[in-house]
């Protein structure tokens, strides 16, 4: 596939949202040090990223998960809400497995983790601005074979279940977090915690706090978030 026709004459810009400088400033480096593509832009949160794509008008934005307050995938819903033809690729320290279909879903059109970047994000910027999708070869087979084995149907893990800020939560409760730790860290109210904590039993079908902490601890060990 080509390059897009506007992106012919000028570089592609792009606009980066994550919440850590010194990432920010590694991604400026290897984006501007390349002839076709800029950095026009970047964010620290949802709001501001929001606000940049109206004002800057990006080629492309370049997203973290975990951000403070509203975190990527929620953002990536959002901006697609109003920018439907604007591509999005993820970059996260967050594994591709449970993380990559989510982003997918969300309106990104590419997943890369942050250990990946220095060798394989020039690749992913480009490919993402033609149009295509860009996975790590693991996780474009892991996908492959789930449509051929269920065509029709998708037989999901309980945790497939969670929603995007539930999820998260989880995660949080998994690596150790109380309540007010988790309240701190997604500036939330403890009460917002105390109910999405609430959902993600009945969705796991679990019977009280401690059952959740050691789902919880299991799955971030099993996926090696801790």
Known sequence: METRPELQDRKARILLVDDH???LRGLSVLVNQESDITVCGEAAD???ALTAIEVLKPDLVIVDISLKGTNGLELIKSAKALH????MLVLSIHSESPYAERALRAGAMGYIMKEEMTEK??????RVLKGEIYLSEKMSTKLLSQIIKHPLQKTYLLEENLTDRELEIFQLIGKGYGTRQIAEALNLSMK???SHREHIKEKLKL???????QRAFQWVQRLGFN
């Open 46 to 48: 949802a709001h501001n």
């Open 207 to 213: 019977k009280n706090a401690t059952e959740l902490l």
């Open 21 to 23: 400088p010194i990432v």
């Open 121 to 126: 994000l020039i690749l992913a910027i480009r």
């Open 192 to 194: 917002t915690v105390e």
């Open 84 to 87: 439907a033809e604007l591509p």
